[in-house]
């Protein structure tokens, strides 16, 4: 099973908006409505952000948000906020066997 | 509050064994399935496997089954994951992660564990 595809770096001014994309397939991504999204600070545990593609766990600011089409799910950070600049990974439960898989990541840069 | 705690990574030859070792706290441990996720050196997350709440389900990514097995002592609060046959690609932090719901909602610090000779 190969990994999720992220673009490797995306960046955005305070207060500006940025959005993340993760591109799977139909066997993933596409075949499930269980994408969840992570935030990784340097030497850090992940965090989780969103998960279910759309719902934000208690304590994690609205503005952070999921979507999902067809095989693409996206993560969209609104007014960002030199906090945010970290790495993010999307993961989607893949089925029985494969379980799941993990987006290579994307470095969010707060210019 | 929710804490896990890895231990147990170490430099190993390759060929070798390792076994790396969670403890849980802050919520009831018993109830929930586990999951391990490692992550190489500057690279991504990559689920290993995961065990139901009793230890009668486990699942691996393909390319540690048959040499990691991973368990649970729930009267411990705490999760393993031996790993034997390492080689030089099971290099990384070992993240121990609390499952729920298709997600994996809180994570631990890692463990480094390094294969090389």
């Known amino acids: 099973q190969s990994a999720l595809t992220q673009l490797r770096s995306v960046s955005g001014s305070p207060g500006q908006s940025v959005t993340i994309s993760c591109t799977g397939t139909?066997?993933?991504?596409?075949?499930?409505?269980?994408v969840s999204w992570y935030q990784q600070h340097p030497g850090k545990a992940p965090k989780l952000m969103i998960y279910?593609?759309?719902k934000r766990p208690s304590g994690v600011p609205d503005r952070f948000s999921g979507s999902k089409s067809d095989n693409t799910a996206s993560l969209t950070i609104s007014g960002l906020q030199g906090e945010d600049e970290a790495d993010y990974f999307c993961c989607s439960y893949a089925g029985k066997f494969t379980n799941y898989v993990f987006g290579t990541g994307t470095k969010v840069t707060v210019l | 509050e929710v804490q896990l705690v890895e231990s147990g990574g170490a430099l190993v030859q390759p060929g070798g064994s390792l076994r790396v070792s969670c403890v849980a706290s802050?919520?009831?441990?018993?109830?929930?399935?586990m999951s391990w996720v490692r992550q190489a050196p500057g690279k991504g997350l990559e689920w290993v496997a995961n065990i139901k709440q009793d230890g009668s389900e486990k699942n691996y990514v393909d390319s540690v089954k048959g040499r990691f097995t991973i368990s649970r002592d729930n009267a411990k609060d705490s999760l393993y994951l031996q790993m034997n046959s390492l080689r030089a690609e099971d290099t990384a932090v070992y993240f121990c992660a609390k499952y729920r719901d298709f997600c994996f909602d809180y994570w631990g610090q890692g463990t480094l564990v390094t294969v090389s000779s």
């Open positions: 802050g919520f009831s441990f018993s109830r929930y399935w």
């Open positions: 279910d593609v759309n």
């Open positions: 139909g066997s993933d991504v596409g075949g499930y409505n269980y």
